[in-house]
């Protein structure tokens, strides 16, 4: 990503939002959104994106082994899930009392 701009994303962590595209997609299945990386425009989705990890014995894993893990996605891959509407949504952010809040374009619902 370019770093002369910092990128404004419509999603934030703790939101539910589904995956639209790639080999975990479910429009029905709203999933909790972990981390949010900024720079690299990228998402960390609750059981999404599994990859096997390879892990060293270490004082607090003293077994290491493989783990499963998720892995992030790119942050166009998921959508707002709108649970008024039952279905993903766009976001416009609007202005109340100086404060920027976010608002789904399906219901017209306020997103804290």
């Known amino acids: 990503m370019s770093t002369r701009f910092k990128p404004k994303f419509s999603i ?3 939101d539910t939002v589904v995956v639209i595209t790639g080999d975990d ?3 029905k299945k709203p999933r ?3 981390e949010v990386i900024l720079d690299k425009g990228r998402v960390l989705v609750e059981g999404v994106n599994i990859v ?3 892990t060293k014995p270490t004082a607090q894993n003293t077994k290491g ?3 499963k893990v998720e892995a992030p996605i790119a942050i166009s891959n998921v959508m707002l899930w709108d649970a ?5 949504t766009k976001i416009k952010r609007t202005r109340e009392n100086g404060k920027l809040i976010r608002v ?7 997103i804290n």
């Not at 789904?104 to 306020?110: A, F, Q």
């Open 12 to 14: 934030k962590k703790g």
């Open 104 to 110: 789904t374009k399906k219901s017209g619902e306020v």
């Open 25 to 27: 997609k479910d429009l």
């Open 52 to 54: 096997t990890k390879h």
């Open 32 to 34: 909790k959104v972990l």
């Open 84 to 88: 008024k509407a039952g279905a993903a």
């Open 65 to 67: 082994g493989i783990v």
